[in-house]
């Protein structure tokens, strides 16, 4: 397996069967958490992706970017809106828009509002998040494998439908311009929510995501850049896998980041995107495995992030708890 900065980089285009695509990823996700994945097969969909998430950014009007205002974890959050790390002084310096389930083949009803310029390419979005949804459960019966489990074991509790909490990101970083004051926080140090995230960032001037390796200090620890691997996923398992799989799979901190100072020339603006792949709402994820292999460092860390292992805990009530913590803030100031 070849080796990008922290994370390690793997092809699965000639990887169907379970047992052989566990055993190429199993391991990484095991310690690190994070993985490139090359040959995933939704390269030309990404790069489509990308093309109309800057159009929207760009393009569409603040009407509309109002009347799709996020609510329910669905729709536009302007920047400055979010604060993933709340231990840290500054905002996060990123706008989004989070789609939810829209069904294939009835595009023209999605489940919550669609600014105009997406609902033009709705039937596109819906293709795109079910290839995501397809990839990951190819995961998932991986993830089962490794763990000696029934291969359907974490796939048939991931559906999709209009009940679906999984979402379908656009991110945008806006440029920093030259001798701007700001924090060197993008987005501020956190773990995902679900069971793994999908992440796919543009090349050009996509720096500054980096990972806290497991085993580092969770205070005054290392943090590493993941680097960028044209055309790979790179994918990352979130709080929920972690706390069904008794931390065998890892649920790393990550963040994104600007230089400090900022540049003379400035830094130039971010585009990336993240599907977040959740399991069923009513999915209990008390732990499958002996909580007692769980090590004291993996148990504070989880701790640390209000996920109990043994807990029996749905997925649902588990987003919902870490939605909270987001977004509190931007509650308390609205
Ligand atoms: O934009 C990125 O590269 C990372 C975004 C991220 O980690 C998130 O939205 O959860
Ligand atoms: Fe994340």
Redesign the pocket.
């Known amino acids: 397996m070849a080796q990008e900065g922290a994370v390690a980089v793997v092809d699965v285009s000639q990887l169907e069967d379970p047992k052989a695509l566990a055993d190429a990823i199993a391991s990484a996700l095991g310690s690190t958490g994070f993985l490139f994945i090359r040959g995933h097969g939704m390269e030309e969909q990404a790069k489509e992706m990308f093309r109309l998430s800057e159009r929207f950014f760009k393009e569409e009007s603040a009407e509309e970017k109002k009347r799709c205002a996020y609510d329910n974890n669905r729709g536009y959050t302007y920047v400055s809106q979010e604060q ?1 790390d709340p231990d840290h002084p500054a905002p996060d310096l ?1 706008e ?1 828009f989070n789609t939810g389930f829209i069904e294939r083949g009835n595009p023209s009803k999605p489940t919550h509002p669609l600014p105009a310029l997406l609902a033009e390419h709705a039937g596109a979005l819906s293709e795109f998040q079910h290839s995501c949804f397809e990839f990951c459960q190819r995961l998932m019966r991986a993830f089962a494998v490794a763990l000696e489990l029934p291969v359907d074991f974490f796939s048939s509790r991931h559906h999709e439908g209009p009940d679906s909490t999984s979402i379908l ?1 656009f ?1 945008h ?1 806006p440029a920093i311009p030259p001798g701007a004051k700001v924090a060197n926080i ?2 501020g140090a ?1 773990s ?1 929510f679900g069971s793994c ?1 999908l ?1 796919f ?1 543009r090349p050009e001037g ?1 720096d ?2 980096e990972i806290l390796p497991p085993g580092e200090p969770l205070e005054g620890g290392r943090w590493k850049p993941t680097g960028m691997v044209p055309d790979a996923v790179l994918v990352n398992i979130g709080d929920a896998l972690e706390l069904w799989s008794g931390a065998r799979f890892k649920s790393t901190l ?3 980041v600007l230089p400090s100072p900022i540049p003379p020339e400035g830094i130039p603006e ?1 585009f ?1 995107m ?1 599907w ?1 792949f959740q399991p069923t709402s009513s999915a209990s994820l008390k732990t499958c495995v002996d909580v007692t292999s769980i090590s004291e460092y993996d148990l504070e860390r989880m701790e640390k992030k209000g996920v109990k292992p043994g807990a029996d805990i749905t997925a649902g009530q588990h987003l919902q708890a870490r939605l909270d913590s987001v977004y509190k803030l931007a509650k308390a100031a609205a």
């Open positions: 993933l990123k989004g990101r991110l970083y993008r987005a956190h995902d995230t992440l960032q996509g500054g995501l990550h963040r994104v971010r990336s993240a977040f």
